[in-house]
């Protein structure tokens, strides 16, 4: 079965970095696009990040362009955020995301960005 588990997150000051990771297995990880997520409470799921699977294209949310970088290890089937300079609106839980005939969710990781 599809299994997204992500890891990384903890509490920050502003200013700070983190890097979240997404282990995936189940499915041929290489041939589907990955995207993360963040979401508060109240508040819609937004995506921050996607990286595609045949080609090394990615986009961002244009609040995270410049300070977020998602990548892709498909010898590890993993998916990775490198977030740098965060504040305190960076706050969230954050999911990784795949659709693949239906959508499929990692349980979240929470980032907390806090002097």
């Known amino acids: 079965q599809v299994q997204l588990v992500e890891s990384g997150g903890g509490l920050v000051q502003p200013g700070g970095s983190l890097r979240l990771s997404c282990k995936a297995s189940g499915f041929t990880f290489s041939n589907y696009p990955m995207s993360w997520y963040r979401q508060t409470p109240g508040n819609e799921r937004e995506l921050v990040a996607r990286?595609?699977?045949?080609?090394?294209?990615?986009t961002y949310a244009d609040d995270v362009k410049g300070r977020f970088t998602i990548s892709r290890d498909n010898s590890k089937n993993t998916v990775t955020l490198q977030m740098n300079r965060l504040k305190p609106e960076d706050t969230a839980a954050y999911y990784c995301y795949i659709w693949m005939r239906g959508d499929y969710w990692g349980h979240g990781t929470q980032v907390t960005v806090s002097s």
């Open positions: 990286i595609f699977d045949t080609i090394s294209s990615t």
